[in-house]
């Protein structure tokens, strides 16, 4: 379930932010209703994807932190020279972007310390009371062991 993400996988799901984002900010400049944000939108998404596949609380914490700040920052870059809807939507599309890497890297970097410590049998099963029981005693080790290959 919290497998890592991989960089395909994180550059649809950007893709799929930038889509919402600049469509969603054209159509809100068409009716010309400036106080309603996208931004919700995509955080909704996200959270989406999160639930549905991945819930990795320290790369979700990390991308959560990180997002926001982007945001804000670049809306007070960029509003002054290209305006409130087209700064909006880069803003917003840039801060998922960033997010979704922060996301991406701090799973990855956490998966492989994570993965090394376990150890899986042919059919995928994570063994790690193996390795504690190996820690414990080396005779708990030897029994472990050999209940292990013969079944």
């Not at 889509?19 to 068409?30: D, K, N, R």
């Not at 919700?40 to 990795?56: C, E, K, T």
């Not at 042919?122 to 062991?145: F, I, Y």
Request: one cysteine or more; glycine letters at 10%.
């Amino acid at each position: 379930m919290n497998r890592a993400v991989t960089w395909s996988e994180a550059a649809l799901v950007a893709v799929a932010c930038w889509a919402i984002s600049g469509p969603g900010y054209g159509v809100l400049a068409a009716l010309d209703l400036p106080h309603v944000p996208v931004a919700p939108l995509i955080v909704m998404g996200l959270s989406q994807w999160f639930w549905a596949s991945r819930r990795f609380w320290l790369a979700g914490v990390a991308a959560s932190l990180v997002g926001p700040v982007v945001l804000f920052a670049l809306i007070d870059v960029l509003r002054p020279g290209l305006g409130r809807y087209v700064a909006d939507a880069l803003a917003t599309g840039a801060a998922a972007t960033v997010a979704l890497a922060v996301f991406t890297l701090v799973g990855r970097g956490a998966g492989r310390h994570r993965d090394a410590a376990r150890i899986f049998d042919v059919n995928g099963v994570v063994h790690s009371r193996v390795r504690r029981l190996q820690r414990k005693t080396a005779a708990g080790a030897a029994v472990v062991s050999a209940s292990w290959c013969r079944g």
